[in-house]
């Protein structure tokens, strides 16, 4: 039996995709926000699609502070960035 791909959203653009194909970003209980690159990092997650678009789409329509609950401080944009690359 073949093994079962887990799929998320991608809060900017509304795809399903496989999990392996998104950046999971993740809010702490202390309210820090941050790239998670194992994806088991502790807090309220959102996943972004490996794209600068969605993330720029996210950064337009405030698609992941609306999933994070929290405002997104100006300096997470550009580490996104270099995590995207």
């Known amino acids: 039996m073949p093994r079962k791909i887990p799929m998320r959203r991608c809060v900017a653009t509304g795809e399903t995709l496989p999990k392996k194909e998104l950046i999971r970003i993740v809010r702490t209980p202390e309210g820090v926000i941050s790239v998670d690159p194992t ?34 401080p100006e300096d997470f944009w550009g580490k996104l960035e270099e995590a995207l690359k």
């Open 39 to 72: 994806g088991k990092a502790n807090g309220r997650g959102a996943y972004l699609k490996k794209d600068p678009e969605a993330a720029a789409l996210a950064r337009k329509n405030r698609s992941l502070e609306r999933a994070l609950k929290e405002s997104i």
